[in-house]
Structure formats: C-alpha cells, structure tokens
C-alpha cells in the first residue's frame, strides 16, 4: 500500500522572510559608493576568521567572499560576475533622478561607464589599481543633446534638427 505524501515545508513561510534576508547581497548603488571611495581597503582587509578564506578574498563587484585565490579566479569568469560588471556600467538611480522625474528639473541620461574586473591579490600588492572610468556614450547624439537642453522650446529645436 502507498504511503501518503509528506508535506515537509508546508508552514515554513515564517522562515522564509529570514532565509530571504539572511542571504540579501550589497545593491548597485552601495557596491558603486565602496567603488568610488574605498576599494584598496576592500581588498587589503584584517583577518576575520568568521568569514570564508578569513576575509581575504573579496570580490568588490559582487560584494561575495571567496575561499581562496583559485576560487575567485574561477568567480571573475562565471556569468554571475560579468552580468555584475554589466549592470555597474551604468550610473545607479540617485535621489536627484527621482526628482528630475518628479519634475523638478529636466532629465538627464545616465552616464556610461568602462569597468573592469579588479586585478588579483599579486597585482594589487605590485600597485596595480581598480579603475572606473565615465565614458560618455558617442554613438547616441541624440540622447546627449536632448539631456542638454533646458526647457520645452530646446527640446523641439533638438527635435527639428535631426
């Protein structure tokens, strides 16, 4: 005679509020702010035994600790990495974006930026540095010129013009 199936995680949704946040990563915008004002210190941090490979191994894009070198090396080539890269190459939403989209000033396209993966503990210790470079983006003019204009009547000029 068949038994019954068991309904193991039938009342667990209690626990999935703390699984969800136990787990939660950096966002983009907390991650790009470590970017801009303290990557070596990052990447040069005291032992904590608590944390895997004792905190040495850090991946700054991703915000993830690793075991050692190897394993993090094998990291900087996975999906899960470049989609990181990917989606810092844009400047994140500030508090000055919502306003402009509220109405309180005129739009203004995210900058584009060239980042790419941090170099490994042997370079650092060489001198190498982690670079994060604005680049406007050339092949969109159109979208340069319409960030650029003030009010409504530039906008139509902009418009006439191509």
């Not at 136990?22 to 040069?44: A, C, S």
């Not at 503990?121 to 680049?135: F, P, Q, S």
Request: aromatic letters at 6%.
């Amino acid at each position: 005679m068949p038994y019954a199936r068991k309904k193991m995680h039938s009342g667990d949704t209690h626990l999935r509020r703390r699984w969800r946040l136990r787990n939660r990563r950096k966002d983009l915008d907390e991650i790009d702010t470590d970017l801009k004002t303290e990557p070596e210190k990052l990447l040069k941090q005291e032992i904590d035994l608590d944390k895997p490979g004792f905190g040495q191994f850090y991946c700054i894009h991703c915000a993830t600790y690793y075991i050692n070198d190897q394993a993090m090396q094998a990291h900087f080539r996975t999906k899960v990495h470049k989609r990181r890269l990917k989606a810092l190459e844009i400047e994140p939403y500030t508090v000055e974006d919502s306003l402009r989209a509220a109405g309180h000033g005129s739009f203004v396209q995210p900058q584009k930026r060239k980042m790419e993966t941090q170099p490994c503990l042997l370079d650092v210790e060489a001198g190498k540095r982690i670079k994060v470079d604005t680049v406007m983006e050339e092949e969109k003019p159109a979208k340069q010129e319409l960030s650029k204009a003030k009010t409504v009547t530039d906008y139509k000029k902009v418009l006439e013009d191509l």
